[in-house]
């Protein structure tokens, strides 16, 4: 069984400024794929950034990119030149196709606050 | 527009009332699953299929029923309600051969609070 850790259940920051959040996960799975998940206000739970656990480069989209230390089981995800629109909950999550089909792992979540 | 699309997005009911949340998705994706989210615990899986008449629980089954007779639809079903079942819920739905635009898509959520 796949096991997803967020340590951080709030985090603040100033606009402009960066953030990390963190997630660290445990698996015997050799392919897997991470996801940060991002749920705003709205409910609705919209892909932030994936990587491939095949995959040595981090994943990069925009102000956002990970941290993805495979050995550690550590998946991090760093967000630049934060927003308002970046408040919202975070969802680290794991997938790993060759076992459980689609199925996602999701942490704790961390309520990030970006003030004005 | 490929989407998932659930129903209702709010229920108050009461202890015991049978319910069903509709569940259905229109880009012809295998994998169907239900989650629930609570705070502080994240998001669990609650009942999945990976194809019509193929159901399987997941990490929170108790108290939950599911279906999928077709493919775009996997209702999710509570027979009697009890006040531990208020919660957020979600369903989602990925594909599942690879190679996989592994995203998974999800509802708009349905937030429930049994009384």
């Known amino acids: 069984a796949q096991t997803v850790t967020q340590s951080q259940p709030e985090m603040s920051v100033q606009e402009a400024e960066t953030v990390t959040l963190s997630c660290t996960y445990d698996?015997?799975?050799?392919?897997?794929?991470l996801f940060w998940y991002k749920q705003p206000p709205s409910r609705q739970m919209i892909l932030v950034i994936r990587q491939e656990a095949y995959k040595q480069q981090n994943a990069t989209e925009n102000r956002f990119s990970v941290n993805f230390q495979k050995a550690a089981k550590s998946f991090s995800l760093k967000i630049s030149d934060s927003q308002l629109g970046d408040t919202a909950m975070y969802f680290c999550?794991?997938?790993?196709?060759?076992?459980?089909?689609?199925?996602?792992?999701f942490g704790e979540g961390t309520q990030l606050t970006v003030n004005p | 527009e490929a989407q998932v699309t659930q129903n209702p997005r709010y229920l108050i009911t009461v202890t015991g009332k049978k319910l069903t949340v509709t569940c259905s998705q229109n880009?012809?994706?295998?994998?169907m699953s239900w989650y629930r989210q609570d705070p502080g615990l994240g998001l669990r899986q609650i009942y999945y299929s990976m194809n019509v008449e193929v159901t399987d629980k997941g990490d929170v089954p108790e108290g939950y029923k599911v279906s999928r007779k077709e493919k775009r639809n996997f209702p999710l079903i509570l027979e009697s309600p009890s006040p531990n079942q208020t919660s957020l819920y979600f369903c989602?739905?990925?594909?599942?051969?690879?190679?996989?635009?592994?995203?998974?898509?999800f509802g708009q959520g349905t937030r429930l609070t049994v009384v």
């Open positions: 989602a739905s990925s594909p599942m051969r690879q190679p996989v635009n592994t995203e998974a898509f």
């Open positions: 698996t015997s799975e050799n392919n897997y794929y």
């Open positions: 880009m012809n994706h295998e994998y």
């Open positions: 999550a794991f997938m790993a196709l060759e076992t459980s089909g689609s199925r996602l792992t």
